[in-house]
């Protein structure tokens, strides 16, 4: 070959490389187009959102930072995959010299290129919007895997064709790939016998109890978690302080009601309470390996500094909802079967809000292999599949019997099966690495969720409470929607990987601030100070029936109570509270802090019956809970124990309550009818104003 030839030839190369590289990223954005014309909210949605805001409040450096990084990574996977298929070209330029022949050849390479990635797009992820070839003979092993063998073959015998160099650089690819792989299909090591219990918290996201057997609920739609429920003390009235995820989970790791610990709403600013979180302080200092697992970030902002050695799960910040957005590409899908997926892609990786893509079982993996195998383990873990989209890498079943036009019901009832097989295979994992040998295990869920079922409605003679008494949808948005604040709470003890408590469930009225002073005494630790909290009974008759249990709302959502949600509304609504900080993480703001607080639904508990103080009535609203009942409350005329409870009420919340309440003012004269066992925080009043 003369010189002028390999001028020539190097010249189409780069010729080549340049027209496949623009193919490719011409094909990806016609497939997101495609994709967002079918959804209901395309990520373009989202940024209309944002840009008819005020930006000083979400543009921040490390926003920008999170999607250039997106933005970088994903045209880095195009021009290797550019390179790959111009390389593959190669092997049809030693067959003929003629131009149109090889830009034939090269068109075929591109189109076996981009039906192989659908193809494996439509195989692995079959709700992605991109899976094409869902259904068809391409989508299974055989057909993806003649694409692929095809593939190969030609990309093989164009390196052959290609320069030294480049045939160094596929090498050194190829066997940074396979060592990647190998290093990340080593077998977690079994876990050591240990002196103290390995302590296992597992909250499952939005699981109502009444959805489950011991509360009269199907054995069918659960029955790995009826399983663990069977042979677990179980709590049967239980309430979340608040029911939002951030705050039920600041609550249950502190043993305050929200008032006492000061998060009040979702994402908090990290300076509103005590860091790091004395419970979790106290597992490190007596030698545990301290591990927080959750895979869904948005509402939660909980990580290391709050004194966890180890996060596990997607990244924080407010880029999650953007990148979340435009990611359903099946090269971006596809990159996140790479054994280095997290460094690529940390807002996709293990998502569960990106649903198409989420792995229920490689999220358990990767939480098991996170646990130290040389020492005792705390292990915080959050499962979010129960949560709202209700989307999932695989379909949910189809069953027209359970079909009755409540769409948000009907996915949430599918998704419960998800949910139960990823508990299933949690547990089992646990047992096969030796971390039930000798295990406190804690099921609870952090809130209820509301679904607009008949079942979540009261009733009332007053026709001016009939509004209030339909159930609102969502959690977090109403006091008065039993299923929202209702929740679920077990505690198993674990011997060589069975449970030995006996199972049984506890009447009363308990609350998840009780979780910690309850692991305390198990491990016979001295409590940091007051709780609110009291240690969960072990029998009937530690029970204290007449005990208090505060409960508060966030912020109502009118666009959460609709049955199907609009995306773009909810994020109009909730966008306008919240800012985004230099290090991009979404924070709710402070300036109006106060006055936001002041919008809460306050609530507390007796024997049987719950008062509710809203913001816009001057009155208590008296809930009888066995009838379901919803009425005004004169409380000078109230009985002894109604008195007693509004009394609690009023001095629990302060002036939160005494601003709208005038008869607090009456009550609070009179003497203390405050009950015994309240918890400590309760009993003294101790407020953070």
Same mark, same amino acid.
């Given at each position: 070959?003369?010189?002028?030839n390999g001028r020539e030839t190097l010249?189409?190369?780069?010729?080549?490389?340049?027209?496949?590289?623009?193919?490719?990223?011409?094909?990806?954005?016609?497939?997101?187009?495609?994709?967002?014309?079918?959804?209901? #909210?395309?990520?373009?949605?989202?940024?209309?959102?944002?840009?008819?805001?005020?930006? &000083?409040?979400?543009?921040?450096?490390?926003?920008?930072?999170?999607?250039? %990084?997106?933005?970088?990574?994903?045209?880095?996977?195009?021009?290797?995959?550019?390179?790959?298929?111009?390389?593959?070209?190669?092997?049809?330029?030693?067959?003929?010299?003629?131009?149109?022949?090889?830009?034939?050849?090269?068109?075929?390479?591109?189109?076996?290129?981009?039906?192989?990635?659908?193809?494996?797009?439509?195989?692995?992820?079959?709700?992605?919007?991109?899976?094409?070839?869902?259904?068809?003979?391409?989508?299974?092993?055989?057909?993806?895997?003649?694409?692929?063998?095809?593939?190969?073959?030609?990309?093989?015998? *164009?390196?052959?064709? @290609?320069?030294?160099?480049?045939?160094?650089?596929?090498?050194? %690819?190829? =066997?940074?790939?396979?060592?990647? =792989?190998? %290093?990340?299909?080593?077998?977690?090591p079994q876990a050591r016998p240990q002196?103290?219990?390995?302590?296992?918290?597992?909250?499952?996201?939005?699981?109502?109890?009444?959805?489950?057997?011991?509360?009269?609920?199907?054995?069918?739609?659960?029955?790995?978690?009826?399983?663990?429920?069977?042979?677990?003390?179980?709590?049967?009235?239980?309430?979340?302080?608040?029911?939002?995820?951030?705050?039920?989970?600041?609550?249950?790791?502190?043993?305050?009601?929200?008032?006492?610990? *000061? &998060?009040?709403?979702?994402?908090?600013?990290?300076?509103? !309470?005590?860091?790091?979180?004395?419970?979790?302080?106290?597992?490190?200092?007596?030698?545990?390996?301290?591990?927080?697992?959750?895979?869904?970030?948005?509402? $939660?902002?909980?990580?290391?500094?709050?004194?966890? +050695?180890?996060?596990?799960?997607?990244?924080?910040?407010?880029?999650?909802?953007?990148?979340?957005?435009?990611?359903?590409?099946?090269?971006?899908?596809? =990159?996140?079967?790479?054994?280095?997926?997290?460094?690529?892609?940390?807002?996709?990786?293990?998502?569960?809000?990106?649903?198409?893509?989420?792995?229920?079982?490689?999220?358990?993996?990767? !939480?098991?292999?996170?646990?130290? /195998?040389?020492?005792?383990?705390?292990? @915080?873990?959050? %499962?979010?599949?129960?949560?709202?989209?209700? #989307?999932?890498?695989?379909?949910?079943?189809?069953?027209?019997?359970?079909? +009755?036009?409540?769409?948000?019901?009907?996915?949430?009832?599918?998704?419960?099966?998800?949910?139960?097989?990823?508990?299933?295979?949690?547990?089992?994992?646990?047992?096969?690495?030796?971390?039930?040998?000798?295990?406190?295990?804690?099921?609870?869920?952090?809130? *209820?969720?509301?679904?607009?079922?008949?079942?979540?409605?009261? $009733? =009332?003679?007053?026709?001016?409470?009939?509004?209030?008494?339909?159930?609102?949808?969502?959690?977090?948005?109403?006091?008065?929607?039993?299923?929202?604040?209702?929740?679920?709470? @077990?505690?198993?003890?674990?011997?060589?990987?069975?449970? &030995?408590?006996?199972?049984?469930?506890?009447?009363?009225?308990?609350?998840?601030?009780?979780?910690? /002073?309850?692991?305390?005494?198990?491990?016979?630790?001295?409590?940091?100070?007051?709780?609110?909290? !009291?240690?969960?009974?072990?029998?009937?008759?530690?029970?204290?029936?007449?005990?208090?249990?505060?409960?508060?709302?966030?912020?109502?959502?009118?666009?959460?109570?609709?049955?199907?949600?609009?995306?773009?509304?909810?994020?109009?609504?909730?966008?306008?509270?919240?800012?985004?900080?230099?290090?991009?993480?979404?924070?709710?703001?402070?300036d109006n802090y106060v006055e936001q607080?002041?919008?809460?639904?306050?609530?507390?508990?007796?024997? *049987?019956?719950?008062? &509710?103080?809203?913001?816009?009535?001057?009155?208590?609203?008296?809930?009888?809970?066995?009838?379901?009942?919803?009425?005004?409350?004169?409380?000078?005329?109230?009985?002894?124990?109604?008195?007693?409870?509004?009394?609690?009420?009023?001095?629990?919340?302060?002036?939160?309550?005494?601003?709208?309440?005038?008869?607090?003012?009456?009550?609070?004269?009179?003497?203390?009818?405050?009950?015994?066992?309240?918890?400590?925080?309760?009993?003294?009043?101790?407020?953070?104003?």
């Amino acid at each position: 070959m003369s010189a002028a030839n390999g001028r020539e030839t190097l010249s189409l190369g780069r010729d080549l490389y340049l027209r496949v590289l623009f193919i490719l990223l011409y094909s990806s954005l016609m497939c997101y187009v495609l994709g967002g014309a079918v959804q209901g #909210t395309s990520a373009l949605a989202i940024v209309r959102v944002i840009t008819g805001l005020n930006l &000083v409040d979400f543009v921040s450096a490390g926003l920008i930072f999170d999607l250039l %990084m997106f933005v970088l990574v994903v045209l880095l996977l195009h021009l290797i995959w550019a390179w790959v298929v111009a390389v593959s070209c190669l092997s049809g330029f030693r067959l003929s010299g003629n131009r149109h022949f090889r830009l034939l050849f090269g068109l075929f390479v591109v189109t076996l290129h981009l039906t192989l990635f659908v193809a494996l797009n439509s195989l692995l992820y079959p709700t992605s919007l991109i899976a094409y070839f869902r259904g068809t003979t391409l989508a299974t092993p055989l057909g993806a895997g003649l694409l692929l063998a095809c593939s190969l073959l030609l990309w093989l015998y *164009g390196l052959r064709l @290609a320069s030294e160099r480049q045939r160094w650089v596929a090498a050194g %690819m190829v =066997s940074a790939l396979v060592v990647l =792989s190998l %290093m990340a299909g080593v077998p977690s090591p079994q876990a050591r016998p240990q002196s103290q219990p390995q302590v296992i918290l597992v909250g499952i996201d939005g699981l109502r109890p009444d959805h489950l057997a011991y509360r009269d609920g199907p054995q069918s739609l659960m029955p790995a978690v009826n399983r663990f429920l069977d042979r677990a003390r179980r709590y049967d009235r239980v309430y979340t302080p608040m029911a939002r995820t951030h705050v039920a989970w600041i609550s249950l790791l502190t043993g305050h009601y929200p008032r006492n610990h *000061g &998060v009040r709403f979702n994402l908090a600013p990290p300076e509103f !309470v005590e860091l790091p979180l004395p419970m979790v302080k106290g597992f490190n200092e007596r030698g545990f390996h301290t591990l927080y697992a959750m895979d869904e970030r948005r509402f $939660n902002n909980i990580d290391q500094s709050y004194g966890f +050695d180890e996060v596990v799960g997607p990244k924080a910040g407010a880029a999650d909802t953007l990148i979340t957005g435009f990611a359903d590409l099946p090269i971006i899908n596809l =990159s996140l079967q790479l054994p280095f997926a997290e460094s690529l892609f940390p807002y996709l990786s293990h998502n569960r809000a990106y649903g198409k893509a989420y792995s229920a079982h490689a999220f358990n993996e990767h !939480v098991v292999s996170a646990l130290d /195998p040389d020492s005792p383990n705390f292990l @915080a873990l959050h %499962m979010c599949l129960l949560h709202w989209p209700y #989307t999932s890498r695989e379909f949910v079943d189809i069953e027209p019997e359970r079909w +009755d036009g409540n769409f948000q019901y009907y996915m949430y009832v599918q998704m419960l099966k998800k949910q139960d097989a990823q508990f299933d295979h949690l547990l089992e994992r646990l047992k096969q690495q030796g971390y039930l040998d000798n295990a406190i295990v804690v099921l609870f869920s952090d809130h *209820g969720e509301g679904l607009g079922l008949a079942v979540d409605a009261l $009733n =009332s003679n007053d026709s001016s409470l009939r509004e209030l008494t339909q159930g609102m949808r969502g959690h977090g948005t109403s006091v008065l929607t039993q299923a929202q604040s209702d929740v679920v709470l @077990a505690l198993a003890r674990y011997r060589d990987g069975r449970p &030995v408590t006996s199972g049984t469930t506890l009447k009363g009225q308990f609350s998840l601030v009780d979780i910690a /002073p309850t692991l305390y005494q198990a491990l016979d630790w001295q409590w940091p100070g007051p709780l609110d909290g !009291v240690p969960l009974p072990q029998t009937q008759q530690q029970v204290n029936t007449d005990r208090f249990v505060f409960v508060e709302s966030s912020l109502s959502s009118q666009a959460l109570s609709q049955s199907h949600i609009d995306v773009e509304q909810v994020l109009y609504e909730t966008s306008k509270r919240y800012e985004v900080r230099q290090s991009g993480r979404v924070v709710f703001k402070t300036d109006n802090y106060v006055e936001q607080v002041s919008k809460k639904q306050l609530s507390v508990y007796g024997p *049987g019956v719950q008062l &509710v103080s809203l913001p816009e009535l001057d009155v208590l609203l008296e809930v009888d809970l066995s009838h379901r009942q919803l009425r005004r409350l004169d409380l000078l005329q109230a009985s002894p124990e109604i008195q007693a409870l509004a009394q609690a009420a009023c001095r629990f919340y302060g002036e939160e309550i005494r601003s709208r309440v005038s008869a607090c003012e009456a009550l609070l004269a009179l003497p203390s009818m405050a009950h015994a066992g309240q918890g400590a925080g309760a009993e003294t009043g101790r407020l953070r104003e």
